[in-house]
């Protein structure tokens, strides 16, 4: 794990609120970055799904994450602008579904409380990666572990370039030309190891197949796809957003809950402002907790979850996570994060990083 050089989160990772205003067009503003990945989400409804975009596939073409729906290209609702401190979204004077995802005031069939998850990756649409036996376009950060990566599939075991310089501990992948059947976003985590596989948008436990990662782990400048279409149609095209474990920044995590309301308690080596989390052992849903939807410190008030396949959560009970200075502490024996005897996996970003730049451990300054 390499250590941060990142001062201030913030810089890389954020998340961002609002109010739909059902206006045509709108730009967001109040990053400390430039984006270059947007996950966002209509919080109040069940009907609208999580979307991504990204700048290696370009502002008008939009992924489902909780479906295995094709790329979608938006006549209305695209990201026209990724600017220095947000984004700014088009829309014509038809309604089509893409406003509802961003900027629908209640008035459309949707709702108007909406969240979306902010990464800088290289700040720019991908340059061509030869690292692999696939060149790769990447748009890369080696200092916040964070890469895009596209390519298309050949149909044989292939390998990838990520642009880390280290090895990714997460991978996300998704068919961007398949929609109908069981074409799932696939996930590679380091704790389950290269002969496991999970989807995004199901819950099922962790399965145990050669044809995603070839039983081979990914090395510091590239990942292998196997033959299984899912991640490796000949002459389809493909997404993978890559997650390298930074200490003091981020970290890809697995653990074993105890159902208890003192949880097992989790390090991460800073204060969590984002967190997902999904059951390996066993079925689940994948929950997401972030530090600005509600207080996720159940000192102040109780998490909030938005689960990929529904809407947001929020429990009358404290069921869900602690962030604490150094890492997580579930409160509950809650299915979703912490029940006794199974294996989770997950990843989180700091809000606050536990080392300074260079290295040097907070307690040092």
Not at 14 to 25: E, H, I, P, V
Not at 53 to 78: I, M, W, Y
Request: proline share 3%; charged share 10%.
């Amino acid at each position: 794990m390499a250590y941060t050089t990142i001062n201030k989160s913030s810089s890389y990772f954020d998340t961002q609120l609002w109010t739909g205003t059902g206006a045509s067009g709108r730009t967001f503003t109040g990053l400390n970055f430039q984006p270059d990945f947007s996950w966002s989400k209509v919080r109040d409804s069940s009907n609208y799904y999580l979307n991504i975009v990204d700048r290696v596939r370009g502002g008008t073409k939009f992924l489902a994450t909780p479906v295995t729906s094709a790329e979608d290209t938006a006549s209305h609702g695209q990201i026209t602008s990724w600017n220095s401190d947000g984004t700014t979204w088009a829309d014509g004077t038809n309604v089509t579904y893409p406003r509802l995802y961003y900027n629908d005031n209640g008035t459309l069939g949707g709702a108007g409380s909406y969240v979306a998850w902010y990464l800088k990756a290289g700040n720019s649409a991908g340059s061509s990666n030869t690292n692999g036996s696939i060149t790769s376009t990447v748009s890369a950060s080696q200092t916040s572990g964070f890469s895009i990566v596209g390519y298309t599939g050949t149909g044989s075991v292939s390998t990838i370039g990520h642009g880390l310089g280290i090895a990714p501990d997460m991978i996300i992948i998704k068919n961007r030309d398949q929609g109908s059947g069981g074409w799932n976003w696939k996930v590679y985590h380091s704790s389950l190891g290269n002969t496991k596989d999970m989807s995004l948008n199901r819950t099922d436990a962790a399965a145990t197949t050669t044809t995603f990662w070839n039983n081979t782990s990914p090395t510091s400048t590239v990942f292998t796809i196997g033959t299984d279409g899912v991640v490796n149609t000949n002459g389809n095209n493909f997404i993978a957003y890559c997650f390298a474990s930074i200490k003091g920044f981020s970290k890809a995590f697995s653990y074993t809950g105890n159902g208890s309301s003192d949880g097992t308690f989790i390090y991460c080596g800073f204060k969590p402002a984002w967190v997902m989390v999904k059951a390996s052992s066993t079925t689940g849903q994948w929950p997401i907790c972030d530090n600005k939807r509600g207080a996720a410190n159940i000192l102040n008030n109780n998490g909030e979850f938005l689960f990929a396949e529904s809407a947001e959560s929020t429990n009358s009970a404290p069921a869900n996570w602690d962030f604490l200075s150094n890492g997580l502490k579930a409160r509950a024996g809650y299915a979703a994060n912490n029940t006794s005897g199974v294996t989770y996996i997950g990843l989180a970003f700091a809000e606050n990083p536990f080392v300074t730049s260079g290295g040097i451990p907070v307690t040092a300054r």
